[in-house]
């Protein structure tokens, strides 16, 4: 009867793991990021791998063996945008990428902007400094199959997102 019990106790747990695995958010370590131009800083995932940084020093690109892609960037606020104006610049871009946002949120110094893009769902936080001088970017875009594993993903990120100055 024991082995019985113990035997039924080891299946449930293996059903659990297969059903509800490990968050990855929680599962894996985290590594930080500090751009030192524009002293964004943001926590990401230890699967994603730096790529070459740009020239200018603007941010980093990464990415993970699943295809999931992650860019932290700063820029200039030369056009005295706010998160408002920002959002209508990209809506009304000619390329179309933000023609199909599904969620929207914003503040007073941010802007969510998510959806759906070729079956791969974009997440973008965009930060404004206090003093409206610089912009700071989060996009994360990944294969929409693996929307599961990557929500945790993208809460964290997006909550990881702040300036260092």
Do not use: C
Request: no cysteine; hydrophobic share 40%; charged share 25%.
């Amino acid at each position: 009867m024991r082995r019985l019990a113990l035997l039924a106790v080891t299946l449930g747990l293996a059903v659990q793991a297969l059903v509800f695995p490990a968050t990855p958010a929680l599962a894996e370590s985290w590594l930080a990021y500090v751009n030192p131009r524009f002293g964004s800083v943001i926590e990401y995932p230890e699967r994603f791998r730096a790529l070459r940084p740009p020239d200018n020093g603007d941010g980093q690109a990464f990415e993970a063996a699943d295809g999931a892609r992650l860019t932290i960037s700063g820029s200039h606020n030369i056009n005295d945008d706010t998160p408002a104006s920002y959002e209508k610049f990209l809506r009304e871009s000619d390329d179309g990428a933000y023609a199909d946002v599904v969620y929207r949120a914003s503040g007073t110094d941010w802007l969510v902007l998510s959806g759906r893009r070729n079956g791969e769902i974009y997440y973008e936080r965009i930060l404004f400094d206090q003093a409206g001088e610089t912009i700071h970017h989060l996009s994360i875009v990944y294969p929409a199959v693996l929307r599961n594993a990557y929500d945790p993903v993208v809460l964290r990120l997006s909550r990881s997102l702040r300036l260092a100055r």
